[in-house]
């Protein structure tokens, strides 16, 4: 985990989506924060030492979907489709599948596996797995106002946590979608699904994977009335518009500059907390300050 000392800070943007506006002050104290999203691997001890058993391995309640299909009430998750042709952007039910057997362990399926992906982000994680995960290791989960001025790594006002250009000199600075969403990924960063949570360059704390890769949990509740009617970019919004609903920020691999370009410290999202897809992780933190 990497210290990131208390301090006041510009949240939230004016220049991107309406979720993120007005430009406010907050201020946060100071808070330990896993310097990377937690993983494959960790997850794994978690379920090992623990027994856990995650959302998306258990079937569904069928009174939370009464208008589902019965033979759909069977342990699962979302998972990305890629269509082979252009769609309408409008219309997320053309790239989102309800895929049984897809779990934190088969991310595409039961046929798949996270065999090589160890130090992979862990996905197919609802809220309440990730509240789990974080009681069994002694932490907890970051507020909105603490991912944010974490992942800004010490710069005020800035697009990206590295500056205003997504990437410059050429660089990719983070696991996103290159090309025509979500038809077309060419993958110039050198991954099409997630990637090893190292592998892109650091913020200015020394964080990893502030944006990209993966959404991330926090614990803060999803907003005002009127941001609960706004539905999701990144998949299907289960539920009505009273479901519970918690912040998700940094975006993930499926955004792109033609659809859903938040992989920026100040974009967020609400998601129900029973959303379980492939592209939602998390990361953890410690309010504690060093030396006690």
């Not at 862990?122 to 992942?151: I, M």
């Not at 979608?177 to 699904?193: K, L, R, V």
């Amino acid at each position: 985990m990497i210290w990131i000392p208390g301090g006041s800070f510009l949240m939230g943007s004016n220049s991107f989506y309406r979720e993120e506006r007005p430009v406010r002050p907050a201020s946060v104290d100071g808070f330990w924060i896993d310097t990377y999203p937690v993983t494959n691997a960790e997850f794994q001890e978690f379920v090992e030492a623990t027994g856990y058993v995650t959302y998306s391995e258990r079937p569904p309640n069928p009174s939370m979907y009464p208008d589902a299909d019965p033979q759909m009430l069977v342990p699962g998750s979302l998972v990305f489709k890629k269509p082979d042709r252009p769609v309408n952007l409008r219309n997320n039910l053309a790239w989102w599948e309800y895929r049984p057997g897809a779990d934190w362990r088969h991310p595409q399926g039961p046929e798949s596996t996270i065999a090589g992906c160890e130090n992979h982000p862990v996905v197919h994680v609802a809220y309440e797995d990730a509240l789990a995960y974080a009681a069994w290791a002694g932490k907890e989960l970051p507020t909105e106002a603490e991912w944010e001025f974490a992942a800004r790594g010490g710069l005020e006002g800035k697009a990206y946590p590295w500056g205003d250009a997504s990437n410059p000199d050429g660089q990719f600075m983070a696991n996103t979608w290159q090309g025509h969403f979500p038809y077309q990924n060419s993958a110039d960063d050198g991954y099409e699904g997630t990637s090893p949570v190292d592998a892109f360059p650091a913020n200015g704390y020394g964080l990893f994977d502030m944006v990209g890769n993966t959404w991330e949990w926090t614990s803060s509740p999803y907003g005002a009335e009127q941001e609960q009617q706004q539905e999701s970019c990144c998949h299907p919004k289960p539920g009505d518009d009273k479901s519970v609903r918690r912040v998700v920020k940094g975006g993930s691999h499926l955004c792109a500059p033609n659809y859903c370009l938040r992989y920026r410290p100040s974009a967020r999202q609400g998601e129900t907390v029973d959303s379980s897809t492939c592209h939602i992780g998390f990361r953890c933190v410690v309010r504690q300050p060093p030396g006690t």
